[in-house]
């Protein structure tokens, strides 16, 4: 089944403890992103890579750290955590990236509920 | 600067038909998707429109207007399910413009 795999679903952590969100998809998609979900801001853009070993910030990269060393992953990484990225947060991928039309569109992962405490 | 925008919240009665507009302020423009995102689940992909006109697909169609920054999202036969959020995105030109997001409309269905 072609899917984005993400995980884990729930993750309660605290202040400064290193933690990693892992994303992978099996649609052979060169475009990946990652976003966060917060209520009355919508989704705002983390990270995001066009392809293998091409990564880019999007339009809230700090606090984050992302690697896209294989097609199919894209692990989110948060250095040192802090209650400010408590967050409902989605991988997503599409077959193409920006300006592709409708291959830009992103099927998305299933999400990961952090709280940072 | 990129602007979207969509009403917050709807609501509407079952069996009834809504209509959910967005309208957007973009540097470049390539094409409209409408996603539905149920509470606490991933957004889902509903439609994509490039050209002006009405895309029907079952009780879902969308529509846009490029001249006028315009496309709205017509549900049909409104079932309890059809509770949800919708978002609208944006597709830009190429390069480093990823697809912008509005705020979504949550649409509550009443019976």
């Known amino acids: 089944e072609a899917q984005v795999t993400q995980n884990p679903r729930y993750l309660i952590t605290v202040t400064g403890k290193k933690l990693t969100v892992t994303c992978s998809q099996n649609?052979?998609?060169?475009?990946m992103s990652w976003y966060r979900q917060d209520p009355g801001l919508g989704l705002r853009q983390i990270y995001y890579?066009?392809?293998?070993?091409?990564?880019d910030k999007g339009d809230v990269p700090e606090g984050y750290k992302v690697s896209r060393k294989e097609k199919r992953n894209f692990p989110l990484i948060l250095e040192s955590p802090s209650p400010n990225q408590t967050s409902l947060y989605f991988c997503?991928?599409?077959?193409?990236?920006?300006?592709?039309?409708?291959?830009?569109?992103?099927?998305f992962g299933s999400g990961t509920q952090l709280s940072v405490l | 600067g990129q602007n979207i925008d969509q009403p917050t919240e709807m609501t509407a009665t079952e069996g009834a038909i809504v209509q959910i507009n967005c309208t957007y302020q973009t540097s470049g423009f390539n094409g409209l998707f409408w996603y539905q995102q149920h509470a606490g689940e991933a957004p889902t992909f509903l439609s994509y429109?490039?050209?002006?006109g009405l895309e029907e697909k079952g009780r879902f169609s969308s529509f846009l207007s490029r001249s006028k920054g315009y496309s709205y999202l017509l549900l049909k036969e409104l079932q309890m399910k059809d509770s949800a959020s919708y978002l609208c995105?944006?597709?830009?030109?190429?390069?480093?413009?990823?697809?912008?997001f509005g705020k979504g409309t949550r649409l509550s269905v009443i019976a």
């Open positions: 429109n490039v050209l002006d």
């Open positions: 997503a991928s599409s077959l193409k990236g920006p300006g592709f039309g409708a291959n830009e569109k992103l099927f």
């Open positions: 649609m052979n998609h060169e475009y």
């Open positions: 995105a944006v597709s830009r030109n190429s390069g480093n413009t990823p697809l912008v």
């Open positions: 890579s066009m392809n293998v070993e091409v990564t």
